[in-house]
Protein backbone atom coordinates (compact mmCIF):
# COMPACT_ATOMS: atom_id res chain seq x y z
CA UNK A 1 0.00 0.00 0.00
CA UNK A 2 2.75 2.47 0.64
CA UNK A 3 4.01 1.68 -2.63
CA UNK A 4 0.32 2.45 -4.48
CA UNK A 5 0.59 5.87 -2.22
CA UNK A 6 3.80 6.96 -3.30
CA UNK A 7 3.24 6.23 -7.19
CA UNK A 8 -0.22 7.79 -7.02
CA UNK A 9 0.99 10.97 -5.16
CA UNK A 10 3.41 11.84 -8.02
CA UNK A 11 2.91 14.87 -9.63
CA UNK A 12 1.31 14.08 -13.13
CA UNK A 13 -0.02 10.78 -12.36
CA UNK A 14 -3.35 9.78 -13.37
CA UNK A 15 -3.34 6.14 -12.35
CA UNK A 16 -1.29 3.18 -11.91
CA UNK A 17 -1.01 -0.13 -12.68
CA UNK A 18 0.91 -3.76 -12.39
CA UNK A 19 0.52 -7.24 -13.05
CA UNK A 20 2.14 -10.11 -11.96
CA UNK A 21 2.38 -13.73 -13.29
CA UNK A 22 1.69 -17.14 -10.84
CA UNK A 23 0.90 -20.67 -11.21
CA UNK A 24 -2.81 -21.35 -9.80
CA UNK A 25 -5.06 -24.78 -10.07
CA UNK A 26 -8.26 -25.73 -9.04
CA UNK A 27 -11.36 -28.15 -9.30
CA UNK A 28 -11.74 -28.76 -12.42
CA UNK A 29 -8.72 -28.31 -13.71
CA UNK A 30 -6.41 -31.18 -14.45
CA UNK A 31 -3.08 -28.82 -14.67
CA UNK A 32 -2.20 -25.77 -13.12
CA UNK A 33 -2.70 -23.35 -15.12
CA UNK A 34 -0.63 -19.19 -15.51
CA UNK A 35 -2.23 -16.91 -13.97
CA UNK A 36 -1.86 -12.92 -13.98
CA UNK A 37 -2.61 -11.02 -11.18
CA UNK A 38 -3.12 -7.19 -12.05
CA UNK A 39 -3.34 -4.02 -9.50
CA UNK A 40 -4.81 -0.74 -10.08
CA UNK A 41 -6.74 1.01 -13.21
CA UNK A 42 -8.08 -1.96 -15.22
CA UNK A 43 -8.39 0.01 -18.21
CA UNK A 44 -5.02 -0.07 -19.21
CA UNK A 45 -4.99 -4.02 -19.43
CA UNK A 46 -6.39 -4.33 -23.06
CA UNK A 47 -8.81 -6.90 -21.78
CA UNK A 48 -12.73 -6.76 -22.97
CA UNK A 49 -15.41 -7.24 -20.17
CA UNK A 50 -18.30 -10.07 -21.79
CA UNK A 51 -19.87 -10.32 -18.77
CA UNK A 52 -19.84 -9.00 -14.85
CA UNK A 53 -17.82 -6.10 -13.87
CA UNK A 54 -13.58 -6.32 -13.59
CA UNK A 55 -12.73 -6.70 -10.05
CA UNK A 56 -13.60 -4.19 -7.56
CA UNK A 57 -12.79 -5.55 -4.10
CA UNK A 58 -10.60 -8.13 -2.50
CA UNK A 59 -11.34 -12.04 -3.26
CA UNK A 60 -12.91 -11.46 -6.61
CA UNK A 61 -11.58 -12.46 -9.98
CA UNK A 62 -11.89 -11.73 -13.40
CA UNK A 63 -11.34 -15.30 -16.02
CA UNK A 64 -11.48 -15.96 -19.06
CA UNK A 65 -14.26 -18.16 -21.29
CA UNK A 66 -12.27 -21.19 -21.46
CA UNK A 67 -11.69 -20.89 -17.46
CA UNK A 68 -15.10 -20.89 -16.73
CA UNK A 69 -15.62 -24.20 -19.25
CA UNK A 70 -12.70 -25.79 -18.25
CA UNK A 71 -13.87 -25.57 -14.11
CA UNK A 72 -17.65 -25.79 -14.77
CA UNK A 73 -18.35 -22.21 -13.56
CA UNK A 74 -20.21 -19.32 -14.65
CA UNK A 75 -19.84 -15.69 -13.59
CA UNK A 76 -21.03 -15.21 -10.17
CA UNK A 77 -19.85 -18.39 -8.51
CA UNK A 78 -17.22 -19.30 -6.18
CA UNK A 79 -13.86 -21.12 -6.99
CA UNK A 80 -11.06 -21.89 -4.65
CA UNK A 81 -7.90 -20.82 -6.18
CA UNK A 82 -4.43 -22.63 -4.84
CA UNK A 83 -1.09 -22.93 -5.83
CA UNK A 84 -0.07 -26.38 -7.32
CA UNK A 85 1.20 -29.20 -5.10
CA UNK A 86 5.20 -28.62 -5.74
CA UNK A 87 6.58 -31.92 -4.99
CA UNK A 88 8.31 -34.07 -7.55
CA UNK A 89 7.28 -37.70 -9.15
CA UNK A 90 9.74 -39.24 -7.13
CA UNK A 91 9.15 -37.67 -3.83
CA UNK A 92 5.29 -38.12 -4.99
CA UNK A 93 5.55 -41.60 -5.40
CA UNK A 94 7.37 -42.04 -1.97
CA UNK A 95 5.12 -40.29 -0.05
CA UNK A 96 2.28 -42.69 -1.56
CA UNK A 97 4.47 -45.70 -1.07
CA UNK A 98 4.59 -44.21 2.55
CA UNK A 99 0.70 -43.97 2.41
CA UNK A 100 0.06 -47.27 1.24
CA UNK A 101 2.47 -49.00 4.22
CA UNK A 102 0.52 -47.57 6.70
CA UNK A 103 -3.09 -48.07 5.52
CA UNK A 104 -1.44 -51.60 5.15
CA UNK A 105 0.00 -51.56 8.69
CA UNK A 106 -3.40 -50.51 10.18
CA UNK A 107 -5.20 -52.58 8.77
CA UNK A 108 -3.04 -55.78 9.65
CA UNK A 109 -3.68 -54.29 13.02
CA UNK A 110 -7.32 -53.73 13.16
CA UNK A 111 -7.71 -56.84 11.46
CA UNK A 112 -5.19 -58.99 13.06
CA UNK A 113 -5.95 -62.74 12.31
CA UNK A 114 -3.60 -65.99 13.59
CA UNK A 115 -1.61 -67.16 10.86
CA UNK A 116 -2.41 -70.06 8.74
CA UNK A 117 -1.40 -73.12 9.76
CA UNK A 118 1.93 -74.40 7.73
CA UNK A 119 0.36 -76.85 4.85
CA UNK A 120 1.20 -80.06 5.11
CA UNK A 121 1.89 -82.22 1.80
CA UNK A 122 1.65 -86.16 1.97
CA UNK A 123 4.62 -87.88 0.17
Keep these: MAVVKAITAQSGTSGYSGVASTEVTAAGLTDSIETLAFTGDNSSYGYRMVSGTWFAQPGQIVVATPFLAAT ?22 RLVEITADSIRAAHAAAYAEAAPAPMLRAA
Design 72 to 93: HTQVGDTIVLMPPLAISKADLR
